[in-house]
């Protein structure tokens, strides 16, 4: 069984799903050889001295009979989808998903954060197509990103998917500060493009799921970081602002256990206080 990482908030059970993690040159997060070893904190959970961790992941929502999945394998569509191996990548996740307890079938919410890529949001039909993965769910992002979407057309590699899906109908949209289920709030931050929306657990809040505001947990600590942000000195704000009081931080493609707290000038692996 993958390695999975299982948190209880309030009413709210949230579990990560691990597909792969792997090593990453630092160039890819915007980030230098130097950047990565001025990190004092980097290894052994979020770096080696040359490269930082990343994981193709899927994070669950479970809440009052709901089952949402956050942001499925978002960022790794070059690979994911790569016409000769984008298939058995596909069946390898939706088997996954049925081992650790969560088939397909029963999602009913896929929550993506902002418009950027598919990851295993949908699947290559035989026609060359796309479909959606899972298949009882409906697709639900942004509004802002919606209408960022719609006002200024971008050349994703995965524009023609979305435009497919919203055309057919099978997106809804959330607004700003939206309780997706009560105790999981909305923020729209911007930032890294202008839909681009965190989620928040408990009163406090006592978790944030910090979205690709941090690629890496090293962003934490790196400062601005133009290459992954148009607003960098706004996404480097809410970050520390994030990260200073102490609460839970999830990263979608962060190593495994994907979660940690800032603590003593350091970012720490785990859920402990």
Known sequence: MAERTTLTIG????TRVLYIDVMIAPEAAGL??????SVTWRSPEWASDTEFGASASAWIIE??????????LQAADEVLHDPAAGAVHTDAFVELMEREGFPVATIDTVLISHIETVGMMARRDEDGGWVPLFPNARIVIPVASLVEFERVPREFPSTAVWRQFIDAGLVDTIDDDTEVV?????????????GHTVFHFGPSPDATWIGHLAVSPLHLATGLCAQQHPEPERAWELLQGFRDDGRLLLGPLWPSPGIGRWRDNAFHAGAAE
């Open 63 to 72: 809440s009052d009979g709901r089952r949402i999945v956050l942001d499925p």
């Open 182 to 194: 009560p105790g999981m709030r909305a923020e729209l931050t911007g930032a890294h493009n202008p």
């Open 32 to 37: 230098t050889v130097d950047d990565v070893q």
């Open 11 to 14: 009413g709210i059970t949230l």
